[in-house]
């Protein structure tokens, strides 16, 4: 490859300049690097309605939030960590690195990634405009009917909140169906299935359980909006519906939902432990079949949440056994990662001290996730503040600790330089002691009787040293998240630049500059082995990385391979730069928003969707890539 | 790069497209495929959950009519052999059965829409009536809307089949639209059974 | 910070819950009261037990993991993996051990939950944001209704039969059972045999809208004797107003908007909207806890009912100070 050639690859792959390229860009890259910046920014504005809330809760029987407020911020509290944050941000770190891991040059549907991205933009914007204009969903991130029908929540506020699901889970379904084509039909020449970066693999299952999910709550929301804007009678008993069916539509959903957002961490922490340890990660096939095994058995637990509901017996307890099943494949994935430790060399740099982390949090999550999954201790802990211990340390633990981890480990690469060491552990040490002082206390406050999702809670029942302590926790968690940014914006304006390899990781994206071009690699990569970039099981760098060439430079084209042993299938084109990913969420996004004030909504603002999708597709000279002619 | 690229083969030769699991376009079918049919299978499960709270089925109402619905299926059915055909066709990338073949899938496509709103106006449960009528109309509304993408999306590659140059890659999407429309008519033919026949069964 | 920090940070959250234990309320189900909640509190013990040791455990493996000595020289890589496939399939073992033996136990302490027959049946309807409590009985003229309390007698199994008025609530007296909800369309219930008498505290524990917080149950055990007592009580009329005051407070009642939502049996007003307020002043609480039984505070409640519970379903009834006093000597006389 000489620098002719890399300059043709250069301007094949570049985007128009300025904001016409940055609104226009279907470069995975940038499209991911918006979605995790947009998905943190959801996070903070959730954390600070957290703030707010332990605020009101730090002494008894305050009133500096009214009930009505306090319970729109809970609510929203709850949606914009689920669905405007966890899995967007997974996702997102997914559509950033998997096109690396693999060996190619951009993720699969590349338009319809920047679509998912405007989708979700435009559905977070309208949910917090909704919360300040005071139509904020209440009814909790869950959304119960009765409650949630039009008789108990009147006003637009819960049609609002089932949108926002409609768009969110449009923009997570596109993503899911770009990463399972992605990852079966463009992997590097020799990259057999049982050769995938476990990241990868923990990128595949999830995006089949979305798939196979992600459908439950967009029916379960449909039908909550047509109940109250048509008149359908889903969920109202009266009339043959049953408030039931809105909870097991959700929770079939809601389970998985839990595990798309975990699984994702389950990757990382398996490429942080592998590259940190020095060896590969012990035990590959036990840890794939337990990926499978978790995405499998996600689906058969939903019950677990309705034990209080009323359901026969026998059948809790066969929802008790599943859901106890599930902490096997957890078990045996902390065996091999601990394994690998114990036989490698570690080297305890931050994102590995996050690994520690999650595991102290992330075990005594999933311990009392065992305890919530026998049917008569969970009636007794069931919406108290046991649950929201439970799930904060499985949650905070489980997937934001490996995330924050994944954000010191690929920052170098993301952006091109090192993040600084001794912030990265001040933050870490901070957030560990914070979480603990805040949510720890929390399971006894449940033990003790405290439920769930209240605005106020009388004195005299024991709970009030430890609502404080929580509360002071979660200010510390706060001051170590504002560590974070300062860590993030003064490396950005003067860091160390960051080499193609920071951390000697074993996987592809290390072999190409850091940040990466935006064609990822100048030739397409051969591997024959789970390790490309170590010439054996110790660790030692390759000297040389093996390569294909043929691909065309003059426009955008990839490798495809087979689908299980990826031997080389054929060549394919790739999308350049378009406008019509934007127009036409903006068209879907007309016609969500209008179909909350009248279903004819739906039919008139289907049109433009139509326009702009069909020019989406249509060939244009201006598309080389695609063979655009007249 | 930092390391040394040692070339150790060549790929130009391969094609730029292909039909089935090496092309990006069919997982993309099979993606959509998944979720849709994922709908569709939790729907009827809501189906027969509300079911069997019910003591008499349909409450309060006879069975559905079977005439429009029928004339449904079997018209989807019978366009089965048309889409086979014209799937085949793509993969030989034989442009004017191609040409030919999309447009009398529009037609049919058009035609059975014309049954559907029929099947939909004889219908004898409101959708907000009970929760019975809700889930027929929402399972039959689903079908439909799905049915009005596929006939959509055939009619645009009619046009462009007549219109542009059809190469491989095109040929291919033609292909993954065949795909798409069987799913259409089996789906449909499941939820016939389930809407006309249930009540008729049970 | 160091490990020795981590370690001191630690030692202090475990002692949180020890230091705990000398502050426990009314509504702790750690102090069960009952057959049911102590068979779940059985379980809850084996499980916390067996999950503690097992973290320990776990943690102890990483920290060897990370800080054991290793001979600087040797490359172990993968030398030691047949022996720890080995201790993989032991420790699956042991997971598969454990879990199954928690299951079995919940399985039992499930069993437990249901078993037994009912001494006495007692009708629970939750509506936004109240309890209706009806004792029932084969004969109509032994049943009566209250709100927001429960007494129960002691060694014997009480039958609560829950339903629901409007949204999903959740029956939970977390000192004699676990939870139950109660949801529009279906009948639930729960068994309930208390062994030790005193008062305890319920409160409704789904999310059933604004005033979801302050829906508490008032709930106290009392032996046989007492127990009879209170029933007799409860099922004699409202006591004739005892003044002239009163008098006037009664006609006051009977004459607004009162009695369009609440029965005081013996008089006219039989409305079942809201809570019947039949022997109110014998209660402990006033609005399902949000407030305490004392005058002032009923004078509080009458005067603006949005102060104490904003969003709650009682209308603010016009009255001068002077009426509202003859009103609060009629229902303060309500024992």
Same mark, same amino acid.
């Given at each position: 490859?000489?620098?002719?050639?890399?300059?043709?690859?250069?301007?094949?792959?570049?985007?128009?300049?300025?904001?016409?390229?940055?609104?226009?860009?279907?470069?995975?890259?940038?499209?991911?690097?918006?979605?995790?910046?947009?998905?943190?920014?959801?996070?903070?504005?959730?954390?600070?309605?957290?703030?707010?809330?332990?605020?009101?809760?730090?002494?008894?029987?305050?009133?500096?939030?009214?009930?009505?407020?306090?319970?729109?911020?809970?609510?929203?509290?709850?949606?914009?960590?689920?669905?405007?944050?966890?899995?967007?941000?997974?996702?997102?770190?997914?559509?950033?690195?998997?096109?690396?891991?693999?060996?190619?040059?951009?993720?699969?549907?590349?338009?319809?990634?920047?679509?998912?991205?405007?989708?979700?933009?435009?559905?977070?914007?309208?949910?917090?405009?909704?919360?300040?204009?005071?139509?904020?969903?209440?009814?909790?991130?869950?959304?119960?009917?009765?409650?949630?029908?039009?008789?108990?929540?009147?006003?637009?506020?819960?049609?609002?909140?089932?949108?926002?699901?409609?768009?969110?889970?449009?923009?997570?379904?596109?993503?899911?169906?770009?990463?399972?084509?992605?990852?079966?039909?463009?992997?590097?020449?020799?990259?057999?299935?049982?050769?995938?970066?476990?990241?990868?693999?923990?990128?595949?299952?999830?995006?089949?359980?979305?798939?196979?999910?992600?459908?439950?709550?967009?029916?379960?929301?449909?039908?909550?909006?047509?109940?109250?804007?048509?008149?359908?009678?889903?969920?109202?008993?009266?009339?043959?519906?049953?408030?039931?069916?809105?909870?097991?539509?959700?929770?079939?959903?809601?389970?998985?939902?839990?595990?798309?957002?975990?699984?994702?961490?389950?990757?990382?922490?398996?490429?942080?432990?592998?590259?940190?340890?020095?060896?590969?990660?012990?035990?590959?096939?036990?840890?794939?079949?337990?990926?499978?095994?978790?995405?499998?058995?996600?689906?058969?637990?939903?019950?677990?949440?309705?034990?209080?509901?009323?359901?026969?017996?026998?059948?809790?307890?066969?929802?008790?056994?599943?859901?106890?099943?599930?902490?096997?494949?957890?078990?045996?994935?902390?065996?091999?990662?601990?394994?690998?430790?114990?036989?490698?060399?570690?080297?305890?740099?931050?994102?590995?001290?996050?690994?520690?982390?999650?595991?102290?949090?992330?075990?005594?999550?999933?311990?009392?996730?065992?305890?919530?999954?026998?049917?008569?201790?969970?009636?007794?802990?069931?919406?108290?503040?046991?649950?929201?211990?439970?799930?904060?340390?499985?949650?905070?633990?489980?997937?934001?600790?490996?995330?924050?981890?994944?954000?010191?480990?690929?920052?170098?690469?993301?952006?091109?330089?090192?993040?600084?060491?001794?912030?990265?552990?001040?933050?870490?040490?901070?957030?560990?002691?914070?979480?603990?002082?805040?949510?720890?206390?929390?399971?006894?406050?449940?033990?003790?009787?405290?439920?769930?999702?209240?605005?106020?809670?009388?004195?005299?029942?024991?709970?009030?040293?430890?609502?404080?302590?929580?509360?002071?926790?979660?200010?510390?968690?706060?001051?170590?998240?504002?560590?974070?940014?300062?860590?993030?914006?003064?490396?950005?304006?003067?860091?160390?630049?960051?080499?193609?390899?920071?951390?000697?990781?074993?996987?592809?994206?290390?072999?190409?500059?850091?940040?990466?071009?935006?064609?990822?690699?100048?030739?397409?990569?051969?591997?024959?082995?789970?390790?490309?970039?170590?010439?054996?099981?110790?660790?030692?760098?390759?000297?040389?990385?093996?390569?294909?060439?043929?691909?065309?430079?003059?426009?955008?084209?990839?490798?495809?391979?087979?689908?299980?042993?990826?031997?080389?299938?054929?060549?394919?084109?790739?999308?350049?730069?378009?406008?019509?990913?934007?127009?036409?969420?903006?068209?879907?996004?007309?016609?969500?928003?209008?179909?909350?004030?009248?279903?004819?909504?739906?039919?008139?603002?289907?049109?433009?969707?139509?326009?702009?999708?069909?020019?989406?597709?249509?060939?244009?000279?201006?598309?080389?890539?695609?063979?655009?002619?007249? | 790069?930092?390391?040394?690229?040692?070339?150790?083969?060549?790929?130009?030769?391969?094609?730029?497209?292909?039909?089935?699991?090496?092309?990006?376009?069919?997982?993309?079918?099979?993606?959509?495929?998944?979720?849709?049919?994922?709908?569709?299978?939790?729907?009827?499960?809501?189906?027969?959950?509300?079911?069997?709270?019910?003591?008499?089925?349909?409450?309060?109402?006879?069975?559905?009519?079977?005439?429009?619905?029928?004339?449904?299926?079997?018209?989807?059915?019978?366009?089965?052999?048309?889409?086979?055909?014209?799937?085949?066709?793509?993969?030989?990338?034989?442009?004017?059965?191609?040409?030919?073949?999309?447009?009398?899938?529009?037609?049919?496509?058009?035609?059975?829409?014309?049954?559907?709103?029929?099947?939909?106006?004889?219908?004898?449960?409101?959708?907000?009536?009970?929760?019975?009528?809700?889930?027929?109309? &929402?399972?039959?509304?689903?079908?439909?809307?799905?049915?009005?993408?596929?006939?959509?999306?055939?009619?645009?590659? &009619?046009?462009?089949?007549?219109?542009?140059?059809?190469?491989?890659?095109?040929?291919?999407?033609?292909?993954?639209?065949?795909?798409?429309?069987?799913?259409?008519?089996?789906?449909?033919?499941?939820?016939?059974?389930?809407?006309?026949?249930?009540?008729?069964?049970? | 910070?160091?490990?020795?920090?981590?370690?001191?940070?630690?030692?202090?959250?475990?002692?949180?819950?020890?230091?705990?234990?000398?502050?426990?309320?009314?509504?702790?189900?750690?102090?069960?009261?009952?057959?049911?909640?102590?068979?779940?509190?059985?379980?809850?013990?084996?499980?916390?037990?067996?999950?503690?040791?097992?973290?320990?455990?776990?943690?102890?493996?990483?920290?060897?993991?990370?800080?054991?000595?290793?001979?600087?020289?040797?490359?172990?890589?993968?030398?030691?993996?047949?022996?720890?496939?080995?201790?993989?399939?032991?420790?699956?073992?042991?997971?598969?051990?454990?879990?199954?033996?928690?299951?079995?136990?919940?399985?039992?302490?499930?069993?437990?939950?249901?078993?037994?027959?009912?001494?006495?049946?007692?009708?629970?309807?939750?509506?936004?944001?109240?309890?209706?409590?009806?004792?029932?009985?084969?004969?109509?003229?032994?049943?009566?209704?209250?709100?927001?309390?429960?007494?129960?007698?002691?060694?014997?199994?009480?039958?609560?039969?829950?339903?629901?008025?409007?949204?999903?609530?959740?029956?939970?007296?977390?000192?004699?059972?676990?939870?139950?909800?109660?949801?529009?369309?279906?009948?639930?219930?729960?068994?309930?045999?208390?062994?030790?008498?005193?008062?305890?505290?319920?409160?409704?524990?789904?999310?059933?809208?604004?005033?979801?917080?302050?829906?508490?149950?008032?709930?106290?055990?009392?032996?046989?004797?007492?127990?009879?007592?209170?029933?007799?009580?409860?099922?004699?009329?409202?006591?004739?107003?005892?003044?002239?005051?009163?008098?006037?407070?009664?006609?006051?009642?009977?004459?607004?908007?009162?009695?369009?939502?609440?029965?005081?049996?013996?008089?006219?007003?039989?409305?079942?909207?809201?809570?019947?307020?039949?022997?109110?002043?014998?209660?402990?609480?006033?609005?399902?806890?949000?407030?305490?039984?004392?005058?002032?505070?009923?004078?509080?409640?009458?005067?603006?009912?949005?102060?104490?519970?904003?969003?709650?379903?009682?209308?603010?009834?016009?009255?001068?100070?002077?009426?509202?006093?003859?009103?609060?000597?009629?229902?303060?006389?309500?024992?």
């Amino acid at each position: 490859m000489n620098a002719a050639q890399r300059e043709q690859l250069q301007r094949s792959w570049a985007d128009r300049p300025g904001l016409v390229g940055w609104l226009t860009t279907v470069d995975h890259k940038r499209v991911a690097r918006r979605y995790i910046v947009t998905a943190f920014v959801f996070f903070l504005m959730a954390g600070v309605l957290a703030l707010l809330m332990r605020a009101q809760l730090a002494y008894p029987n305050l009133r500096l939030i009214g009930p009505d407020r306090y319970n729109q911020m809970f609510s929203l509290h709850g949606s914009a960590m689920m669905f405007l944050f966890a899995v967007p941000i997974m996702e997102a770190v997914a559509v950033y690195l998997v096109p690396l891991m693999l060996g190619t040059r951009n993720i699969a549907f590349p338009r319809l990634n920047a679509f998912s991205y405007w989708v979700y933009l435009f559905g977070g914007i309208m949910i917090f405009a909704a919360f300040v204009l005071d139509v904020g969903p209440e009814a909790g991130w869950t959304g119960y009917v009765p409650l949630s029908s039009s008789d108990f929540s009147p006003g637009k506020r819960t049609d609002f909140w089932a949108q926002m699901i409609t768009f969110t889970e449009v923009a997570g379904l596109c993503v899911a169906v770009e990463l399972v084509a992605t990852i079966m039909t463009q992997r590097a020449p020799g990259m057999t299935l049982a050769r995938m970066p476990l990241f990868v693999w923990s990128m595949l299952v999830t995006s089949l359980m979305v798939i196979f999910a992600m459908p439950s709550v967009m029916l379960a929301s449909t039908f909550l909006i047509t109940d109250r804007l048509v008149g359908t009678q889903f969920y109202n008993a009266a009339e043959g519906g049953d408030p039931l069916l809105w909870q097991h539509l959700f929770w079939f959903f809601g389970h998985p939902e839990v595990y798309i957002i975990f699984m994702p961490a389950l990757g990382m922490i398996s490429s942080i432990v592998e590259t940190f340890a020095r060896r590969p990660i012990f035990g590959y096939t036990p840890m794939v079949l337990a990926l499978v095994a978790t995405g499998f058995l996600a689906f058969g637990l939903w019950v677990h949440h309705m034990f209080a509901a009323g359901l026969p017996p026998l059948g809790n307890s066969f929802y008790t056994a599943a859901s106890m099943l599930i902490a096997v494949p957890s078990g045996i994935q902390i065996f091999c990662w601990i394994a690998t430790l114990a036989t490698g060399r570690p080297r305890l740099a931050v994102p590995l001290l996050f690994v520690l982390g999650f595991f102290a949090l992330f075990v005594l999550g999933g311990l009392s996730g065992v305890m919530l999954a026998s049917v008569p201790l969970d009636l007794q802990v069931h919406d108290t503040y046991f649950v929201v211990a439970h799930f904060h340390y499985v949650l905070i633990g489980g997937a934001l600790f490996p995330l924050l981890g994944a954000v010191y480990f690929w920052f170098p690469k993301i952006a091109g330089r090192l993040l600084s060491e001794r912030l990265g552990r001040w933050q870490f040490w901070l957030l560990f002691a914070g979480f603990n002082l805040t949510f720890f206390p929390m399971h006894y406050l449940g033990l003790l009787g405290m439920p769930r999702r209240v605005y106020t809670y009388p004195h005299g029942l024991g709970w009030d040293a430890y609502n404080l302590m929580s509360s002071v926790g979660a200010y510390v968690i706060a001051l170590s998240f504002v560590l974070m940014l300062v860590n993030i914006v003064r490396t950005l304006r003067r860091g160390d630049a960051a080499p193609d390899d920071p951390w000697q990781a074993p996987d592809l994206s290390c072999a190409t500059a850091s940040p990466p071009p935006a064609y990822n690699f100048a030739a397409v990569p051969a591997v024959s082995s789970r390790h490309p970039l170590w010439a054996d099981a110790d660790a030692t760098p390759c000297a040389e990385l093996p390569v294909l060439a043929g691909v065309r430079s003059d426009r955008r084209e990839v490798l495809l391979t087979t689908p299980v042993d990826a031997a080389p299938a054929n060549r394919w084109a790739m999308p350049d730069p378009s406008p019509w990913p934007l127009w036409s969420a903006l068209a879907l996004t007309v016609v969500f928003v209008w179909s909350i004030f009248d279903q004819w909504g739906v039919v008139w603002g289907a049109i433009p969707v139509a326009v702009a999708m069909t020019a989406w597709f249509w060939p244009k000279r201006s598309e080389p890539s695609l063979g655009g002619d007249a | 790069m930092s390391r040394a690229m040692r070339t150790i083969g060549d790929v130009a030769g391969l094609p730029d497209y292909a039909f089935g699991p090496t092309s990006v376009g069919w997982w993309g079918v099979l993606g959509f495929m998944l979720i849709e049919g994922m709908g569709f299978v939790l729907a009827v499960g809501a189906y027969y959950y509300l079911l069997h709270n019910e003591v008499q089925w349909p409450p309060n109402a006879a069975p559905p009519p079977l005439g429009w619905a029928t004339a449904f299926v079997v018209l989807g059915l019978c366009s089965e052999v048309p889409n086979y055909l014209v799937g085949r066709m793509a993969q030989a990338q034989r442009l004017q059965a191609v040409r030919w073949g999309l447009i009398l899938m529009v037609l049919l496509g058009l035609l059975m829409l014309v049954l559907r709103g029929f099947e939909l106006h004889a219908m004898n449960v409101r959708w907000d009536r009970t929760a019975y009528g809700s889930i027929v109309w &929402a399972l039959l509304v689903l079908h439909t809307f799905h049915t009005i993408t596929d006939v959509f999306d055939s009619l645009v590659l &009619a046009v462009l089949s007549w219109r542009k140059h059809m190469d491989g890659r095109r040929h291919a999407d033609v292909a993954d639209n065949a795909l798409y429309w069987h799913f259409i008519v089996w789906s449909g033919a499941g939820l016939y059974l389930v809407i006309y026949w249930t009540p008729r069964w049970l | 910070m160091t490990a020795r920090a981590a370690r001191t940070l630690s030692l202090l959250l475990l002692a949180l819950p020890l230091a705990g234990c000398a502050v426990q309320g009314v509504q702790s189900s750690l102090q069960a009261a009952a057959d049911q909640s102590r068979a779940i509190d059985q379980v809850w013990t084996l499980m916390l037990w067996v999950c503690s040791a097992i973290y320990v455990a776990v943690i102890a493996a990483l920290a060897w993991a990370i800080w054991r000595r290793r001979r600087a020289v040797q490359r172990e890589g993968r030398t030691r993996d047949p022996l720890l496939a080995r201790a993989l399939a032991a420790w699956v073992v042991l997971v598969v051990g454990l879990l199954s033996w928690f299951v079995a136990a919940s399985f039992l302490a499930d069993r437990r939950l249901h078993a037994g027959h009912a001494d006495l049946e007692i009708r629970v309807t939750a509506k936004q944001w109240w309890w209706q409590v009806e004792y029932l009985s084969p004969q109509p003229d032994q049943q009566f209704s209250t709100a927001n309390e429960l007494r129960l007698p002691r060694d014997q199994t009480a039958r609560i039969e829950l339903l629901s008025g409007d949204v999903i609530h959740s029956f939970w007296v977390p000192a004699l059972s676990g939870k139950e909800d109660l949801i529009p369309g279906y009948s639930n219930a729960v068994l309930l045999t208390p062994r030790r008498a005193g008062r305890y505290r319920g409160q409704c524990a789904e999310f059933c809208g604004l005033q979801h917080a302050q829906m508490a149950l008032d709930v106290e055990v009392l032996d046989a004797a007492g127990f009879a007592a209170w029933r007799a009580r409860q099922l004699a009329p409202a006591p004739a107003p005892s003044d002239a005051h009163a008098l006037r407070g009664a006609q006051l009642f009977l004459g607004s908007a009162c009695a369009s939502c609440h029965a005081v049996r013996g008089t006219s007003a039989a409305s079942r909207l809201g809570p019947d307020l039949t022997h109110l002043a014998s209660r402990r609480a006033l609005a399902a806890g949000a407030l305490p039984m004392r005058r002032e505070a009923l004078r509080a409640w009458l005067a603006d009912p949005q102060h104490a519970k904003p969003g709650n379903q009682m209308p603010q009834v016009p009255l001068d100070p002077r009426d509202r006093e003859l009103l609060l000597d009629y229902l303060m006389g309500l024992r």
